[in-house]
């Protein structure tokens, strides 16, 4: 899990880039699976015996079509 301090600065990042501000909520779950994607690829795969599942069920990622 990302610091807040992270999670704050990817949320500006994001709104410089794309426009669109993003909830506390959604930055973490947004930047915690890019950087999860780089640890992956810059790091090679976990043994899959390390990996616990995760789920969450409160969480519905929402659509950035903005018009």
Request: proline residues 6%.
């Amino acid at each position: 899990m990302l610091p807040q301090e992270a999670i704050e600065q990817f949320k500006e990042l994001y709104l410089k880039r794309y426009g669109v501000k993003l909830s506390d909520e959604e930055a973490s779950y947004r930047a915690n699976n890019l950087f999860n994607l780089y640890k992956i690829t810059y790091m090679g795969e976990p043994c899959i015996e390390k990996i616990k599942p995760r789920t969450t069920n409160n969480y519905v990622p929402k659509s950035n079509n903005h018009k």
